[in-house]
């Protein structure tokens, strides 16, 4: 059972890295152009030129496929981190204060996660009018960093009673340096955890809204807004739609196996 | 209980209020003026000015909050930008729509994730098991929307089983009452299997594991000695109190299925509240987003609080 499941993990961990790469080392091959269209080459199959089949402009879904990819990653590692940013400092404020400040932060975090988080993110976008990367990224973040804060408040909480801060707080350590060197460092496990789902969910999220029409804009190739690209050929020319989506899910799933494996790791430590 | 219950009733009203403000500054801060759409200074240069007089936004930002405010008290939503009816009426339209997608879903999806939970729990670490883990897994991997056009491409353009788009067909006048009832069902498949495929895997695997978590109590070893068989253990012992965090799990779990609805009602053309909001969005129809939103938000706090008191009747020691 268990060598069964290590197997699953290792190619989970292979292929996420192996999408990764390719998306990294896109740009090195010049064949491998997103937005050059050749009207001669509209809606081909798949073939050994263009594995992916090209997209009524005659542009190469492979390298759409890629290209988008990059933005996927770039979006979801970027607001993820500043979802951490935000929430990190939030969470451990709120649980090691305690008291009227914890329950006024809960609160917030209560209030802001009443709201269906993509719907709120949707509105925004669209009301903003802005659909640069750097827009999304903050908009999702924005959005996002509840998780985050809500896992280091409870954490924080029940570690804030243990013995070995009780220690440092009598040793005369301030605050700041207990809850950064202290408390922080026994909250890594779970928040790499979260982070790992953070990333894949965030994927899904920023691929629903370019797919909508509000994430990433054309010319500039996404997975979600390929995807939207193709539906008005679904039936005869199925590849632009199904690749991209194949590339989301492909993705998602190795996260969240890896996310699962270490996971279970860590519960395994205590 | 009762007690209990006021209690959480008291906390989402306060976390309403608190939405309600949330919602109607985070709306008007952002840049954009409604006025300025289809707005052509060479036609009617004042045009925009008196837009903006008539929809208040002339006014100071909280003058417009509190005549928001009392027209909510009143009942009143006020008055869409875009085509000048009530607010209400166009939710009151979309309201029932949106409904008649979620709450399906939400069942089947309650419904199919404890069986296949259970079934797993039966054949614990057998093939069934592990294949229905891969499935959910893969299931959880995939975005409703892509789900959503995979399906239409088999269904209705390929095999031409089920409708790709519309609530009703264009037949819809002639038909008798059961007409009616049947062609909304065979509309409803499509979309209802699109969300709550993709979030199965969610209730299936929590049952899986609180009932695997279920197996290795006290309780159960006794009514293992007792000799009551496997079957009955799991279902007369074991599932009763794995159920309960699945309750608390698909009241976490309601705002992402009101959110995959958005995407579905866009996909299938369907006239819900999701559609109406993003439509809105785009046309800056700021009473209708933030009739939207507040009312989405009134959602999922009414679905917290159930859960919340289902919760605490399934489980006394939550109570205290």
Not at chain 1, 107 to 129: E, S
Not at chain 2, 155 to 164: N, R
Not at chain 2, 283 to 304: Q, S, W
Request: aromatic residues 10%; proline residues 4%; positive net charge.
């Amino acid at each position: 059972m268990t060598g069964w499941k290590n197997k699953i993990v290792i190619v989970a961990i292979f292929l996420l890295a192996l999408i990764i790469i390719s998306v990294l080392v896109a740009p090195l091959f010049a064949r491998l152009d997103p937005v050059n269209h050749s009207l001669d080459e509209t809606w081909q199959k798949p073939s050994l030129k263009h594995w992916f089949g090209t997209d009524k402009f005659g542009r190469d879904v492979f390298a759409r496929v890629l290209y988008g990819g990059r933005i996927s990653f770039l979006i979801a590692m970027l607001a993820m981190l500043l979802s951490l940013f935000i929430g990190i400092p939030y969470g451990l404020l709120s649980g090691y204060l305690g008291k009227k400040t914890d329950a006024l932060l809960s609160w917030f975090i209560n209030l802001f996660m009443a709201i269906p988080q993509f719907l709120l993110i949707l509105t925004i976008i669209a009301i903003l009018d802005k659909n640069s990367v750097t827009w999304v990224i903050i908009v999702i973040a924005l959005f996002s960093w509840m998780d985050v804060a809500r896992l280091v408040r409870n954490q924080t909480l029940t570690l804030k009673e243990r013995d070995f801060i009780l220690a440092a707080q009598v040793t005369g350590l301030s605050s700041l340096r207990i809850l950064v060197r202290h408390i922080l460092p026994n909250l890594v496990g779970s928040l790499v955890v979260l982070a790992t789902l953070m990333l894949a969910n965030i994927i899904l999220i920023e691929s629903a809204l370019s797919f909508i029409g509000l994430g990433i804009q054309p010319p500039t190739p996404s997975w979600g807004n390929i995807i939207n690209d193709g539906r008005q050929a679904l039936v005869g020319c199925w590849w632009i739609s199904i690749f991209p989506g194949l590339a989301i899910i492909f993705t998602v799933l190795c996260i969240h196996i890896i996310g699962e494996h270490i996971q279970e790791k860590n519960v395994s430590r205590y | 209980m009762l007690n209990y219950i006021i209690k959480k009733f008291f906390s989402g009203l306060l976390l309403l209020a608190g939405l309600l403000a949330l919602t109607f500054f985070m709306v008007r801060l952002s840049p954009g003026n409604p006025a300025a759409i289809g707005y052509d200074p060479m036609k009617s240069p004042d045009s925009m000015t008196r837009l903006e007089k008539a929809w208040g936004l002339d006014q100071p930002l909280h003058v417009q909050f509190s005549a928001w405010m009392s027209g909510l008290l009143q009942g009143d939503l006020g008055r869409s930008y875009a085509n000048n009816l009530p607010v209400a009426d166009i939710m009151k339209q979309a309201i029932p729509n949106t409904l008649l997608l979620t709450i399906p879903a939400l069942l089947l999806q309650i419904i199919a994730g404890t069986l296949l939970g259970l079934v797993q729990i039966v054949y614990h670490h057998r093939f069934a098991d592990r294949f229905i883990s891969a499935v959910t897994l893969v299931l959880y991997a995939i975005p409703a929307f892509w789900l959503a056009l995979a399906l239409v491409m088999l269904f209705s353009q390929t095999w031409h089983i089920f409708p790709s788009s519309q609530m009703q067909s264009f037949a819809w006048q002639e038909m008798s009452f059961w007409q009616k009832v049947g062609d909304r069902l065979w509309r409803l498949v499509l979309p209802v299997l699109s969300m709550s495929l993709a979030s199965l895997g969610v209730t299936s695997r929590y049952i899986r594991n609180g009932l695997a978590d279920m197996m290795k109590k006290t309780f159960i070893t006794a009514a293992r000695a007792r000799g009551l068989s496997e079957k009955r253990i799991i279902y007369n012992h074991a599932l009763r109190n794995a159920l309960i965090p699945v309750i608390t799990v698909t009241g976490q779990h309601f705002p992402a299925l009101i959110s995959s609805s958005v995407v579905i009602e866009l996909i299938f053309s369907w006239p819900g509240m999701g559609r109406l909001m993003v439509l809105s969005s785009f046309a800056r129809d700021y009473p209708v987003i933030i009739a939207c939103t507040f009312l989405m938000a009134v959602f999922v706090i009414i679905g917290t609080l159930l859960a919340d008191i289902l919760t605490a009747l399934a489980d006394p020691r939550i109570r205290l």
